[in-house]
């Protein structure tokens, strides 16, 4: 894993790169006028903005999956004869018809299959061990990514 100032160059140069394609799209607009995303690394969410945005302006494909399950609520809320606000029925969560222990990020890099896994504080569970042992028995690559200059380190050996 990079230390901060690997990582603020990582993400300075992911800012270039943004930069450098917005320049090429759109050739009539003034500098003055571009505007770069704010990116950041230090929750999941912008962590996986980051990747995601680097793999398409780098010229692969890149996707958020996402396996949460649904929530059902079958619970009714009415008043009875005394006033009382009451509630009947259940909720629950049921697990998600995709693939449990899938990856946050479904890319195609170099026309190789890789799947990325997003983890700033927690740890991979069982089902995503699992997942990412059919992943590389498949031949695809599988990358857990810690902050973004880490992700840069196992991009680049790709």
């Known amino acids: 894993m990079g230390n901060k100032r690997e990582n603020s160059e990582a993400l300075a140069g992911l800012r270039e790169l943004y930069l450098k394609n917005h320049r090429v799209k759109y050739k009539s607009m003034p500098e003055y006028g571009r505007t770069v995303p704010r990116y950041s690394d230090k929750t999941a969410n912008g962590l996986t903005k980051c990747i995601i945005d680097f ?3 780098s010229g692969g494909q890149a996707e958020r999956t996402s396996t949460t399950g649904r929530f059902i609520d079958k619970r009714v809320q009415f008043t009875d004869v005394t006033g009382r606000t009451r509630e009947i029925g259940n909720a629950k969560w049921i697990h998600t018809s995709g693939t449990r222990g899938s990856a946050d990020i479904s890319a195609v890099i170099g026309g190789r299959a890789v799947k990325i896994e997003v983890k700033i504080k927690d740890r991979q569970s069982e089902h995503q061990k699992v997942y990412q042992d059919a992943i590389q ?8 990514a810690r902050s973004f200059s880490d992700f840069l380190d196992q991009y680049k050996s790709l």
Do not use: E, N, V
């Open 55 to 57: 793999i398409r302006l």
């Open 137 to 144: 028995k498949a031949g695809g690559i599988y990358i857990i």
